[in-house]
């Protein structure tokens, strides 16, 4: 299978400059893009439908939010997989992240293997 080609939207520089070489090292990924708020995520994975496989979105955002996001994008006939990676994985959350189009939501404290492993089962959706 070949390696997912991701889309980080991420707002925190901390947090993406160690999960970006982790994902690179642990699944193989190619990171296709980066964006750190909502408006420039949902143009950026519009504008290249077919260029993203897996969509790693964080909840709290620079402007806007991961639920915006996820609810954008829901309905645009994206076939590509989205999931949340973020400290706040309570219930209420993964059910509301689940109900604006989440695939997936992993707790960045406690679910870091799933998560791995989650994106390294991920492959081309063309």
């Known amino acids: 299978m070949a390696a997912p080609r991701i889309f980080i939207v991420e707002d925190n520089p901390t947090i993406r400059d160690s999960l970006i070489p982790t994902l690179e090292d642990l699944t193989d990924a190619e990171i296709v893009g980066l964006a750190e708020g909502e408006d420039e995520a949902v143009r950026w994975m519009q504008s290249h439908s077919d260029g993203w496989d897996l969509a790693i979105v964080d909840l709290f955002l620079r402007q806007g939010s991961g639920l915006g996001v996820l609810r954008r994008l829901r309905n645009g006939g994206a076939r590509q997989r989205m999931v949340v990676l973020t400290n706040y994985a309570t219930a209420d959350m993964r059910r509301r992240c689940s109900d604006a189009g989440a695939d ?21 959706v063309r």
């Open 104 to 124: 997936r939501v992993f707790d960045k404290s406690n679910d870091l293997d799933a998560f791995f492993d989650y994106c390294n089962a991920q492959g081309p």
